[in-house]
């Protein structure tokens, strides 16, 4: 029921679609007019891939000269890669439509990535612009922006869509951990799961979490890695080429959803604090921003800026070697000089460069040069520097 973005600009030769579950791959992907479908999903259909990947070849060979191929969550069978290689070498004609959720298997198991063959495109969980006329700020902060919660939120079935979120995070443990094998100790990786949540927007401390756990510093490393590459989290990396103040080098860690955060706290059921709303509304904001960068090509960098006397910024957009913007989020609707802080310490250090502030307010201000912006005017602002 949700118009994507990728819809009309999806490659049109072969290509890899990631994203997490639930993002609407398969949906998106099923518009193909394809000659051939592979449900690795399925087990059935899966295990005879596994057993047997030159199944897919004598498949493949059988078809016509030219047209889609789909397969689906191609990581669970990664040697099928070799063969999508060697077909579009003797069938050109042939274009490969592929998607999976993880890549970490994909690259730890060496696999075949096609060598620059295909192209990349990540599908992220729908965007304020998607959303359209049912966008509303408060729930996606509490919910996310999946678009089965949506569907099931807009047909009033809030209890459902609570359910669903826990047993998505359920799914998430069960499937994508021990199934495939990338932890041998899933409770410890629950523990770990638990407090990297409870620390989310903010910079990681793999030495405190560590300890926290119970878990080996260099394994408390490995699990943030594979949340990276099951694409159920992101970390932003600390803005490093200040030449006047001795920059924190630690990354931001954010969740890639709201509402699937807050299923691993368990608070769905509860309203959020003052504070965990300012955390969630910043990592909707680098949510967004990160989104839109990948649909649009913007080729921005993203950064978070903060020195060891704590002043800090929580976006810095970057093209090439060019500081585009500055951005503080705040979670408030009226806004005073002490939020300024932040931006004016980065203004000092780097004049001349556009600040903003994103927050709920209903209409733009202005302060000492600094803008402060709905987030939808931040973000049309932000595609037009």
Not at 151 to 164: E, P
Not at 170 to 191: P, S, W
Request: glycine residues 6%; proline residues 5%.
């Amino acid at each position: 029921m949700f118009k994507r973005y990728l819809a009309n600009k999806l490659p049109q030769a072969s290509f890899l679609l990631f994203g997490p579950r639930q993002v609407g791959k398969s949906t998106l992907l099923s518009a193909l007019k394809t000659i051939l479908t592979v449900d690795l999903l399925d087990p059935e259909i899966g295990l005879s891939y596994s057993k047997d990947p030159s199944l897919l070849e004598r498949q493949l060979a059988s078809l016509p000269a030219s047209g889609w191929v789909f397969i689906d969550e191609v990581q669970r069978v990664p040697k099928l890669l070799d063969v999508v290689q060697q077909t579009l070498e003797k069938k050109p004609g042939l274009k490969f439509a592929l998607s999976g959720s993880s890549a970490r298997k994909l690259r730890h198991g060496a696999a075949n990535l096609l060598g620059g063959r295909a192209l990349y495109r990540t599908l992220h969980p729908l965007t304020s612009l998607e959303l359209g006329s049912h966008f509303d700020l408060s729930v996606v902060l509490n919910y996310g922006s999946l678009p089965k919660i949506w569907t099931l939120l807009l047909n009033k079935q809030t209890d459902l869509a609570r359910d669903f979120l826990r047993s998505y995070v359920t799914t998430y443990i069960r499937e994508e951990i021990k199934a495939e094998a990338l932890v041998r100790n899933l409770q410890g990786f629950q523990n770990f799961l638990d407090i990297a949540a409870a620390n989310f927007s903010g910079q990681i401390n793999f030495l405190d979490i560590s300890r926290q756990c119970s878990i080996a510093y260099a394994t408390v490393r490995e699990y943030y890695s594979i949340l990276e590459d099951t694409l159920v989290a992101f970390m932003l990396p600390p803005y490093l080429k200040s030449a006047r103040k001795r920059m924190s080098h630690a990354p931001k860690f954010y969740f890639f959803d709201n509402g699937v955060l807050r299923a691993i706290l368990g608070t769905l059921k509860a309203p959020p604090s003052p504070l965990e709303l300012g955390r969630l509304f910043e990592q909707w904001i680098i949510q967004e921003v990160a989104r839109r960068n990948a649909y649009d090509e913007q080729d921005w960098k993203l950064s978070f800026w903060r020195t060891s006397h704590g002043a800090e910024v929580d976006l810095i957009i970057e093209r090439g070697d060019k500081i585009l913007a500055a951005v503080e989020c705040k979670h408030k609707k009226t806004i005073a000089r002490a939020d300024l802080s932040g931006l004016q310490a980065f203004q000092e250090a780097y004049p001349g460069i556009p600040m903003f502030i994103v927050s709920p307010v209903n209409l733009p201000q202005k302060i000492d040069q600094i803008l402060i912006l709905p987030p939808d005017q931040l973000f049309d602002t932000l595609n037009k520097l």
